[in-house]
């Protein structure tokens, strides 16, 4: 698998994470899980990013690193 498909399991593994987080959460009435759910869900967009890049620099061929 490609790093940016690593990329993109990871970012749908903490949408689900996070939907059961926050749905477990919700049955207990515990209002820390709740917002561990939430937590998590706000790492999708990086993840996704992420793996955007990486897929766009895949597609022009470039084997460097990235340099931030």
Do not use: C
Request: glycine share 10%; hydrophobic share 40%; no cysteine.
């Amino acid at each position: 698998m490609k790093p940016s498909g690593i990329f993109y399991v990871l970012g749908m593994a903490s949408i689900v994470l996070s939907a059961i987080n926050f749905l477990s959460g919700k049955s207990k009435q515990s209002a820390e899980t709740q917002r561990d759910g939430l937590f998590t869900g706000h790492w999708a967009p990086t993840f996704f990013i992420l793996g955007k890049v990486l897929e766009d620099r895949e597609a022009k061929g470039e084997e460097k690193p990235l340099h931030l």
